[in-house]
């Protein structure tokens, strides 16, 4: 082969190399990817992410994924510890709320999760605070920023007293997305043990009769009472919808000894249960 036809054959070759390298040079992956982003909390080198999938806090259940930030390198920590205290600051007094643990989010390098359950908030969404210690490379951090919590248009959490002379906080999960089928229903149950301690309550039942107040407070078929599961420490159920629109979720509260601590049959003579939550689709 002469070697003019050589020469343009070896370049044809490097090209293709490079090419082939550059492919490989793919993106980092975007652990936030479908989440959108609360608040940025400065702390000196650190910056504090707060992240969840609507993009504010809401009363009710809220799902908060966490990242923080060395900002003298740009870079995310990966083996970080955290802890939080949400705080509501009333007029004569404060307390918390129920939340979990915070722990690294499955599959994910830099970013942490857990849960906060906002039983109210101002009508201007102001009152909360969250303060969150953090633990990096054995050095002990702390901070605390001022929150907004804004009003869920319908009634996904209830606080209230029982029988029993406790307070509970029950709070809807999901469905989040529900429909016209047996959609799985899932809540939290927590009791208020002081104003800054709030365990999951264990072994209790909640029955469920759904009805839809504007369309003769008709029922559906086929639910199920909510128990117990020791996995996740939430309850679950089955959640018949028939139709959209407005449904009250009639609720009643029974121990492990299947006394009734708060909530009503719902019958002719009596519409709703004083105990429930609402959904809307």
């Not at 936030?32 to 259940?61: D, H, P, R, S």
Request: contains cysteine.
């Amino acid at each position: 082969m002469k070697l003019k036809y050589i020469l343009p054959l070896v370049l044809l070759v490097l090209v293709f190399s490079c090419s082939t390298d550059d492919d490989d040079n793919t993106n980092p992956v975007n652990e936030v990817e479908g989440l959108l982003l609360v608040k940025e909390i400065v702390n000196g080198n650190q910056t504090i992410e707060l992240f969840n999938k609507k993009g504010m806090f809401e009363t009710g259940y809220n799902e908060i994924s966490i990242r923080l930030k060395d900002n003298t390198t740009d870079t995310y920590y990966e083996d970080a510890i955290l802890s939080w205290m949400p705080i509501m600051q009333m007029p004569t007094m404060q307390h918390s709320c129920p939340k979990s643990a915070i722990t690294k989010a499955d599959g994910k390098d830099t970013v942490y999760k857990g849960f906060i359950i906002y039983q109210m908030t101002n009508m201007d969404s102001s009152g909360w605070s969250l303060t969150l210690d953090y633990t990096i490379d054995g050095m002990d951090y702390s901070l605390t920023e001022t929150i907004n919590v804004m009003q869920y248009e319908n009634q996904n959490v209830a606080s209230f007293m029982a029988s029993d002379d406790s307070r509970y906080i029950l709070a809807l999960i999901e469905p989040k997305d529900p429909s016209i089928a047996i959609n799985e229903m899932k809540v939290g149950l927590f009791k208020m043990q002081n104003m800054m301690t709030f365990p999951v309550v264990e072994d209790y039942t909640i029955a469920l009769d759904p009805r839809m107040p504007g369309m003769g407070n008709h029922s559906s078929p086929n639910n199920t009472d909510l128990t117990y599961n020791s996995v996740d420490n939430f309850y679950y159920g089955d959640l018949s919808l028939t139709m959209t629109g407005y449904w009250k979720l009639n609720l009643k509260l029974m121990n492990s000894g299947d006394d009734v601590l708060k909530g009503e049959d719902v019958t002719e003579e009596n519409e709703a249960s004083s105990l429930y939550l609402e959904l809307e689709f």
